[in-house]
T-cell receptor
Framework: EAGVAQSPRYKIIEKRQSVAFWCNPISGHATLYWYQQILGQGPKLLIQFQNNGVVDDSQLPKDRFSAERLKGVDSTLKIQPAKLEDSAVYLC???????????????FGEGSRLTVL | AQSVAQPEDQVNVAEGNPLTVKCTYS??????LFWYVQYPNRGLQFLLK??????LVKGSYGFEAEFNKSQTSFHLKKPSALVSDSALYFC????????????FGGGTRVLVKP
């Protein structure tokens, strides 16, 4: 079974530039998550999708971050304009369980490491 | 609001010795608890979970965790550590009464020395 695919693995940009990350979840997983992991910290949820609808985006900085999941499969996360503090690893995860106690058993991609100079 | 605390930034242990990684949590409703491991330059991998039932849960790679409701803890354990267990470990909690949001702790780095 193929895992969660993310690209690019690494990206270096100047502040105020834009960047986009792509994620393809495990086939059949209706729930998709984007997490931000700053060095030395635990992952922080940015946005959660159920199919192509947003379930939780309360911690997404909406003035600069946007995400979409067209057709309920692939997802893109965009940052525009980027700030120095956006330097982090952006993790995509998917889950088979849309609700219930097993929600929380997530499958993660390898992440996209962003460096903002 | 739900939260997770991992009080130790790093745990050092000799190979073959028991390994314990501590985690405490705070939720309003019933806790659903998870442990994840992260190897260098990799994504997080699910290790084990506590949903209900037996307080001792067993997971991948010989790891187990003990749920203690009175102490609001969910410590990860392994009877005999391997050098290959060196990694970053994250505890996570989901509040059964507050939707599907999963909250992670800050992580504990485990270093197993030969």
């Amino acid at each position: 079974e193929a895992g969660v695919a993310q690209s690019p693995r690494y990206k270096i940009i100047e502040k105020r530039q834009s960047v986009a990350f792509w994620c393809n979840p495990i086939s059949g997983h209706a729930t998709l998550y984007w997490y931000q992991q700053i060095l030395g910290q635990g992952p922080k949820l940015l946005i959660q999708f159920q199919n192509n609808g947003v379930v939780d985006d309360s911690q997404l900085p909406k003035d600069r971050f946007s995400a979409e999941r067209l057709k309920g499969v692939d997802s893109t996360l965009k940052i525009q304009p980027a700030k120095l503090e956006d330097s982090a690893v952006y993790l995509c995860a998917s889950s088979l369980y849309p609700q219930g106690p097993n929600t929380g058993e997530l499958f993660f991609g390898e992440g996209s490491r962003l460096t903002v100079l | 609001a739900q939260s997770v605390a991992q009080p130790e930034d790093q745990v050092n242990v000799a190979e073959g010795n028991p390994l314990t990684v501590k985690c405490t949590y705070s939720v309003s409703g019933n806790p659903y608890l998870f442990w994840y491991v992260q190897y260098p330059n990799r994504g997080l991998q699910f290790l084990l979970k506590y949903i209900t039932g037996d307080n001792l849960v067993k997971g991948s790679y010989g790891f187990e965790a003990e749920f203690n409701k009175s102490q609001t803890s969910f410590h990860l354990k392994k009877p005999s550590a391997l050098v290959s267990d060196s990694a970053l470990y994250f505890c996570a909690v989901r509040d059964g009464a507050a939707g599907n949001k999963l909250t992670f702790g800050g992580g504990t780095r485990v270093l197993v020395k030969p």
